[in-house]
């Protein structure tokens, strides 16, 4: 029997700032794998190609209303009690050629959509038009020049840039890539994670619960985070508090994974020894042992066979906050270029919360409406209750320098379920 | 050669309201069908069952921190200068049954997570014991009876209910689902759609434009916004406009979807003859020929061969306005049970926009964010600019009998890309 705790040593106590500065220096360089989708499969992904426009938009004069192409100063000083008498000398098919010139006197009819003729300069609305017969129609509305339609170009010219190397690919996006016949984007493969929940209470989801035991609640939920974030996951695996068994299991993991996340059982306690087997597969090891943010601090990171490889804390709110703060910014920066800011809103706190000194703190909230926008509510589950933490919608962040936030403040939420 | 245009008859102008009530008369009592996922495949899914607790969180007395389950009266009026000693005569391992009782003046180990022994009634935090041998602690701060544990259902007891049917699973709900021993989840089927656009001068994303044509925008458009709704695309097909063609496509779209969307190619021409289509499979045929909103009027909404079969406008603004606010509100409702509402934030809107004389009035909006909060502002592309189009963030719905909203007006958008 032990009785006596061994605290986990912080040796190596690490900012935000600090974090992400080695992040990139063990794993900067590391090659971004690409590969082809279809449009149909780029939702959510993230270019590895610059977007550009081959052609410009519209490509030829496109009308914009349905009516007749003309020259503009044929229907100068016309009215509805002395209109102008032009002569239809065709009609414009969708999706073809004009095929036929607009001199002065004549009118050609082109739909919505359809090309403008050589030789018009105006589009004159249907409603702005007498059938006086088959070939002659009476414009009572002056039509102003280069109206009607759009130029060559108005929407974007040829190598207009709509999305640079990293970019993710949004919903309204996909319309862009048809547009601009995108039938394949390269994109950056999803890296494929493991995650690996330790602790001897720790049961699959799939699993009865016996005395003291419980499901394994973290791996799921990161797991969730990471897809949503565009990651993959290649397994969740529950190993039991065995050195040799987990070190395997690590080993394993790493091989066939481009990261490697560790999910903690409960908070530091004397069988916790997940640096020591990091450390066990040579140098670097573990090179930040502890994040100065609050919640999160039992935070482990460090590269093993050249692969990154994170050691979450166990409590559940932790667990999240050092992922979406931590983790997720490090896998679309890594593997994905990407740095796009997370959507945020802006709600008043309803309660005073003090910043952490030395440390940067962060604190899940749920959102409430109300007429005059957001409330944002602090979730404070000490004790890890589920029920309170499935109420979460985001989390706001206060700096260590600050006097901390007043209830009725104005806070930034990042959203936890947005992904753009 | 056909000059005069045949404006689309809309005989049957419905509000949205009038047609969510249709889409209830006419399918509202179509079976749902359902389906098992796995954990890991159930984010996003909608769920077909209620999701319940099977038993109490926790099902033991829980530790939340580390230290000794004692007797709290054996603490009272303990200090630094005058501590208690207690005999240790044991320590809970994690994950197992207790298996040892505590009774006065003794003191049982307990690490956080690990379950408290029967005859103890607090927990003394490690920080406040000194190990004076391997069986004996001296305690230096009183415990408070139940403190330092978690009791019995203190999260949330047996029965408890998380999810109803109809919710959609968000991020956060995935370690619910977990901690509730729910490897598999039932949820409604992903509804199966097809995509048919018309339109002469349309040509698909892999296909180079000749003159006069354009690459089809918006059924990719509408293909990812009802992917991220959570439906699956059968498949996506162009017919140019030939009657019998174009009947035989949406006659085996119909056989094999659940429901079947008719994109425009242009504004109602001379060759738009949707209605005539879908009214030749039979009654009930189209029911509502035209929507009061706008953007958005040339709607058609009807049922053929038992399906439900939309033809949205051709204006790319419009089809994404009338997929947001009835197609995807229907889906919702008729294939997952789900009438939750779209998260919305709240902007100053940049500019006047008036209310539209008896139609329901939707404005895209690119969302700026400043120091207090967001601006709206309202994306102007009659013309269908593919570059403006690609701001928007979201929309702003202005009711007709109201006055409008004037620039620096508070108002709700509804958020494109956000899909709890």
Known sequence: MVFMEKKIKLLNVDTIDEVAVKFGTYFGKME?????????????????????????????????????????????????????????????????????????GEAVYVPTGG?????????VMIEY??????????????????????????????????????????????????????????VYQKPAISIISTG???????????????????SYTISAFAEAAGAMINEIKIVHDDFDKFRTTIES?????????????????????????????????VFTHGLAIKPGKPTIIGEALGKPI???????????IVFKVVVEAFIRKTFFGNEEEPFQILAAISENIHAGEGRTQFQLVSLLRGKEGYTAVPIRAKSGSISQLMKADGYVRIDSL?????????????????NP
């Open 310 to 320: 994170v050691g979450l804390p166990g409590h559940p709110m932790s667990a999240i």
């Open 32 to 104: 971004k794998k690409t590969e082809y989708v279809g449009i149909r499969e780029a939702l959510g992904r993230y270019c590895a190609e610059e977007i550009k426009a081959e052609m410009a938009m519209p490509e030829f004069r496109r009308a914009v209303v349905d009516g007749y192409a003309v020259q503009a100063k044929d229907t100068f000083c016309v009215s509805d009690s002395v209109p102008v008498l032009l002569t239809v000398t065709g009609a414009v098919e969708m999706g073809a050629a004009a095929g036929i010139d607009v001199s002065a």
């Open 129 to 186: 038009v007498d059938h006086l017969d088959e070939r002659t129609i009476a414009v009572n509305r002056a039509a102003a020049p280069n109206s009607g339609f759009m130029n060559i170009g108005d929407d974007f010219n040829e190598n207009a840039q709509f999305f640079g190397k990293g970019h993710r690919l949004s919903v309204r996006d996909i319309g862009v890539l048809a547009i601009l016949g995108k039938s394949k984007v390269l």
């Open 115 to 123: 090309m403008i003729p050589k030789g018009a300069d105006a589009m």
């Open 253 to 285: 993991a790493l091989n066939k994974s481009d990261l490697v996340i560790i999910s903690g059982g409960s908070s530091a306690g004397n069988k916790d020894f997940t640096a020591d087997i990091i450390n066990s597969f040579g140098k670097p090891g």
């Open 200 to 218: 001897d209470e720790l049961i699959d989801v799939n699993e009865v619960p016996g005395p003291g035991q419980i499901r394994d609640l973290n």
């Open 402 to 418: 600050t006097e901390g936030v007043y209830a009725g403040n104005q806070v930034l939420v990042t959203l936890l379920n947005y």
